[in-house]
């Protein structure tokens, strides 16, 4: 079994910034790539940044320029930079875990994370 542990989430101004964590452990055979996706009740879930095993950054549109991904510690941990917060940006904030595609698995995710943007 692969657990996914998030944290860093909590209530920020607009214009501030948090630092979200994901650490993954347990069973993990391979990995292709780890990342974040948040969710509004009542939308769909939305890709805010990933990174693959080699290091290459992907990021939802909307996030481009102010959040930043590390890439993939030795440990199976990454972190999430979010800068110049908007209250748009509020949402349960998910990690996840896509195994390589020679394991045959499905992705883990974690429970999720609340950030909240308000004055």
């Known amino acids: 079994q692969v657990e996914i542990v998030e944290s860093g989430g909590g209530l920020v101004q607009p214009g501030g910034s948090l630092r979200l964590s994901c650490a993954a452990s347990?069973?993990?055979?391979?990995?292709?790539?780890m990342g974040w996706y948040r969710q509004v009740p009542g939308n769909r879930r939305e890709l805010v940044a990933a990174?693959?095993?080699?290091?290459?950054?992907n990021y939802g549109e909307s996030v481009r320029g102010r959040f930043r991904i590390s890439k993939i510690s030795a440990n199976n941990t990454i972190f999430l930079q979010m800068n110049r917060l908007k209250p748009d940006d509020s949402a349960v904030y998910f990690c996840?875990?896509?195994?390589?595609?020679?394991?045959?698995?499905?992705?883990?995710w974690g429970q999720g994370t609340q950030v909240t943007v308000s004055a």
């Open positions: 990174v693959t095993r080699g290091g290459i950054p």
């Open positions: 347990g069973n993990i055979r391979s990995i292709g790539a």
């Open positions: 996840y875990l896509a195994p390589g595609p020679s394991v045959g698995e499905t992705d883990y």
